[in-house]
């Protein structure tokens, strides 16, 4: 029979005889790379409109200018935030984020 030493932060599911869960902040996840996308707002127009557009043309978002972008990690919002200029490109500024849980 061997013992197994349990990482400070690994937990042991109930009813399970495995070895402990990693959790979620565990070193093995800080360098994953994902994706996160910022949306400012939509629009909905019909595909004639669409193919019609050209250089210069303006669409309209269902977005107030005062709106805070949302931060979407694979479609879940986990924070939101103002748009800022960052030199030449755009940023956004946290001002509110999810909790960990």
Known sequence: MTTRSKPADAQTEP???GPPLAGLDAAIFKDVQVDLEAKLGQVTLSIATLM???????LELDAKLNDLVELRLNQAVVARGEIVAVDDHFGVRITEI???T
């Open 52 to 58: 019609g557009l050209r250089p210069g043309a303006v």
């Open 98 to 100: 999810a909790k960990a």
């Open 15 to 17: 009813g399970t005889d």
